[in-house]
């Protein structure tokens, strides 16, 4: 059984920081590509972050140069770094595992940026 569990989320500060990790179980985890998305009220979810399971990464312009993915292949779990947060970042953060023939998604973490 697929399991993704996020974590890290919370209440930042305009400019902070914060890292949300995503655990993975019940797959082959180093083969498959990773994401991170968001989902806003009202909105769309979105796509944050991608990696691949040869470690490329790809962004939207919107956090290119603040958010970093990375994974960590022998922990099964993927991280979402996010600096310079701005309160348009504020959203529940969903962890996703592209499985080919499926995507697993985790349950999500919120993060709310405000002052």
């Known amino acids: 059984q697929v399991q993704l569990v996020e974590s890290g989320g919370g209440l930042v500060q305009p400019g902070g920081s914060l890292r949300l990790s995503c655990a993975a179980s019940?797959?082959?985890?180093?083969?498959?590509?990773m994401a991170w998305y968001r989902q806003a009220p009202g909105n769309q979810r979105e796509v944050v972050a991608t990696i691949t399971s040869g470690g490329s990464t790809n962004y939207p312009d919107s956090v290119k140069g603040r958010f970093t993915i990375s994974r960590d292949n022998a922990k099964k779990t993927v991280y979402l770094q996010m600096n310079s947060l701005k309160p348009d970042d504020t959203a529940v953060y969903y962890c996703?595992?592209?499985?080919?023939?499926?995507?697993?998604w985790g349950q999500g973490t919120q993060v709310t940026v405000s002052s």
């Open positions: 996703s595992a592209n499985l080919g023939i499926a995507t697993r």
């Open positions: 019940g797959i082959a985890f180093s083969i498959y590509t």
